[in-house]
DNA sequence: CGAGACGAGGTAATCGATGTCACAGCAGTG
DNA sequence: CACTGCTGTGACATCGATTACCTCGTCTCG
């Protein structure tokens, strides 16, 4: 049944014009009569024409397509951000390319080759290489998210690592706690790094006299977390509440707690995940939504698409608390 | 620096062939002399040519590009189902495309649509909708994922609902279990059906007689699962163990039984999810891998593009118990 | 009244790779 | 020796749409 496809030509010779005009039709030039236009817009709805993607991204050397590129597509918090830039997309009428470089950084760059090959209209990377000395002069538009590309004038969009990590701890504070550990990851990325200096900043902020020993940094793969939020609680003067710098070591210091039904210390993630609201008490976090950041990136990139040319920038994408409970617990056995 | 891309004129040129010679050579054609072969070769690598993928898949009609349709691109399930495919993707230098359904047949018809206008190679589907006759004569492989389209031929990887919903129940009683009960979606979808098939089947066999008070279909997005579990804990005669026929009832249900201190309880989750086993005591689950789909499904789909031809085949993807304790806790309590 | 501007539309080249077909040269064959 | 049959090769058309450039009226204005 489904007949051929519709070329432009049928519908050229179905309106009795030229392709040209046809064309001009179809892509808004208005040098055409009212006339001749209707035929043709009747020619394209009788044929069911709609013109094809690939001869036309050839013609004019771009793709309508974008690519993302990110550590692996089935990271909830990528896939999150995927599934927002694909929303905004399809209202384009742009498909959406994704490639993961399983954070190897060889991989990384032979995905963005393809792209590139592909000539995609534009990019959304979260990049985990430190040099992009060969995206410098990048055929299209870029827009980084989650680390911003310190070599690069580039767009981004990323989180702000420490005003988030100082927001959250003096939310505790708010609910009257002074003694606050911090649980997070090593220092090795740039992620870790602002969110232990926002914590100090709250910390010090306060006037509080920082205490190092509250201040544990686990390698949250091997599970480190929940020792050691056991080990500061068994400290002489244990902390009243627990900011964690991150979801895994949320993952992994919760458990603990409930083993030790030690819920009645106050506790904040900076980064959401599954159950976290089912929990008893539920567990106040510190949003970093994806979706904002795949809207922010996506939203960049669409208006330089089409041709706006703003200010290379790095957007912070908002945080905000979302109150469940653990975070609104009221300091307890204050010595 | 980076100079203007080479085009196949350019290899042609430099090698003193022309462009039909050029492409035998990097189509593999073997009607060339192996010294015009040498030439071109080596033309192509001082060029650093590389096909154009648009060009290419204008003339042959067929894009290097598979596409891939979900509900959410964002759900954790189908965000690593795409991660399993495109890991399989890239080594064969085929694309990804995706697009989301959000779960509305009118979106299906639409990014199906948009697929085929790009002219994908093959399409990986988790269809939503009941009525596939407009892909009946599909112009590329279809493979559908965790729904078969009952109404075409196609291939199909899915998982046993019936035979894992078995194994769950079973695997429960093998812990002493005789009173479970079941707390699963209303019976709109195929999956639920049939999960609740197993697990009558797994009473059944057992010679247990049924009792339907020990099954609760909740609407789970509003929360009815925790209500149902403290309901089936107040009956008379309480269950001793509680199979969850899907996650979102797991994650409704679970608060409950924490809450009530009731983690005595049995309970097998059908699906994973995050912090299932960080909770205490960690939760069993039927695994099924979306990782093991994607890859069935990507399998099958890039067979059918190599020219094979096998039988069309539901096929069913591996199902496991992942033991984590609260599947394996005794039956306690029992009257 | 002639010139230039403008509106509406057409012709042919082009994007880059590949399919069709023709052709030259040489080997084997009856 | 004429003929068929390969082998290696290239010229040219083609995929479907767009762009550069041109034509032909008609309108306006000096």
Redesign the interface.
Known sequence: ??QQRARLRDVAEAAGTSTKTASRVINGDDRVSAETRARVEKAVIDLGY?P????R??RRGL?E?IGVVVD?????F???V???I??MA?DR?V??????TRRREERERI?LD?LY???VAGLIIASISDNHAYLR?SSCPLVFIDRAAEDLAADAVVVDDRGGARMAVEHLMRHGHRRIAYIGDRLSTATARHRLLGYRDAIEGAGIVPDESLVAQVEPAKGDAGVAAEALLRLPEPPTAIFSANTRCS??T??TL??LRRTDIGFISFGD???AD???PAITIVDHS??AIGRLAAERLFSRLAGEEPPVETILAPLRIVARGSGELAAVGKP
């Open positions: 049944m489904k709609r094809d993607p690939l001869a991204s050839l793709d397509t692996e597509v089935g990271d909830p990528f896939a999150s995927i599934g927002e694909e929303r399809i009428d498909s959406v390319i994704i490639a993961s995905v393809g090959q592909r000539r002069n993952l992994g919760l458990p409930h083993r995940f599954a159950m089912t929990l008893t994806p979706e």
